[in-house]
């Protein structure tokens, strides 16, 4: 059991960076420029674009994905970056920096998952679906109710 979470942890360090650095460039082409981004937490009006905030509004927007509990290491570590940052580095976080941090929090996740002596065969075969055909919704879906399904089946 040990050697598995070495092993684990050896390919998790050695794919990390090749998925880290495909991220930003296949969320580019995921967003069309002609979507507008709203944030729904901490505004008075949910449907404020992102670029039509003000300085408090993206303040209290960032401090709303802080809040919440399910936010990771690093959702808290790009959401900390932003309110250090100026107006445009708060704007960019929520409208793409947020959803690469969840992003990388869910790859943590599911790794993590993986290694835990109680992930049965049905777990561990729809993780390694997930980890051949990564994606920012695929991994925040399987997390919220994949996951769940397929304790059920083992």
Do not use: C, H
């Amino acid at each position: 059991m040990r050697t598995n979470r070495i092993a684990l942890a050896l390919v998790a360090s050695a794919l990390a960076p090749a998925l880290l650095a495909a991220v930003p460039a296949s969320a580019a082409d995921a967003a069309p420029s002609s979507v507008t981004v709203t944030a729904v937490a901490a505004t008075d009006d949910p449907g404020t674009p992102v670029d039509e905030m003000s300085e408090e509004e993206l303040r209290a927007a960032i401090a709303a994905v802080l809040a919440d509990p399910d936010s990771g290491r690093g959702v808290e570590r790009e959401a900390n970056e932003a309110l250090g940052g100026t107006v445009e580095d708060m704007r960019e976080f929520l409208k793409t920096g947020y959803r690469l941090a969840q992003y990388e929090d869910d790859k943590v996740a599911v790794v993590t998952i993986l290694g835990k002596p109680y992930a049965g065969k049905r777990v561990k075969q729809e993780i390694y679906a997930l980890l051949d055909a990564p994606t920012p919704e695929k991994l925040r879906t399987w997390l919220e109710s994949g996951y769940r399904l397929a304790q059920y089946e083992d």
